[in-house]
Structures are given as structure tokens and as C-alpha cells.
């Protein structure tokens, strides 16, 4: 089993900056891609960024040049370094990270989630 621990989500003004972590804790053999999801107020949750277990990252239009995700393997801990932000990236944010728990079970695992609110 794989337990992900999001910390870092606050309150900051329009342009701001915010970095959240997640730590992944458990019984697992390794933590394949880790990513990061948001759910604004009545809105679906969407993908944010996700960064494989090679360094290969990706993220969302909405985020590009603003949002940068990393890890650090020896740590099983993915970073979200979110720059200039805007009001509309208010949402909750959730952690994302498959847990390889042998060599034939893989399985996907959630964060409780963090707030991020961002004022205008």
C-alpha cells in the first residue's frame, strides 16, 4: 500500500508563488509517474502535470510556463512550483502516484488534497 502526503497549498495574492509536495510512504517496491490534479468549486477534477519516474515531465495548457513539477526518487516526494498565479487556479490540488507493490501488481493512488486559494 502507498500513502501520499500533499503539504505546502495556502492563501496567496494574484502572481504569488506556492509550492506543494507530496511524499509517498508505504510498503511498495518503487513509485512509477507521479502527478498532480485539481477540482475547482462545481468544476470536474483536472490533470494538472506528471513527471515519470525517468524525469520525463508534461502538463496542461492552462499551466504551461507558470507551473514546473519535479522529484526527487530518493525521497518518492513530487513537487508542484507554481509561479504567477491567477484566481482561476484556485482548487483543490490531489497527488497522483502509481505504486509498483511487485513485480506483477501495480496500482494507483490518491492524496487527500490540498487548497490552494489564490486572490484577486
Known amino acids: 500500500q502507498v500513502q501520499l502526503e500533499e503539504s505546502g497549498g495556502g492563501l496567496v495574492q494574484a502572481g504569488g508563488s506556492l509550492r506543494l509536495s507530496c511524499a509517498a510512504s508505504?510498503?511498495?517496491?518503487?513509485?512509477?509517474?507521479m502527478g498532480w490534479y485539481r477540482q475547482a468549486p462545481e468544476k470536474q477534477r483536472e490533470w494538472v502535470a506528471q513527471?515519470?519516474?525517468?524525469?520525463?515531465?508534461s502538463s496542461a495548457d492552462s499551466v504551461k510556463g507558470r507551473f514546473a513539477i519535479s522529484r526527487d526518487n530518493a525521497k518518492n516526494t513530487v513537487y508542484l512550483q507554481m509561479n504567477s498565479l491567477k484566481p482561476e487556479d484556485t482548487a483543490v490540488y490531489y497527488c497522483n502516484a502509481y505504486g509498483v507493490l511487485s513485480s506483477t501488481m501495480v496500482r494507483n493512488y490518491w492524496g487527500q488534497g490540498t487548497q490552494v486559494t489564490v486572490s484577486s
Open positions: 508505504g510498503s511498495f517496491v518503487s513509485i512509477g509517474t
Open positions: 513527471i515519470t519516474g525517468g524525469g520525463r515531465s
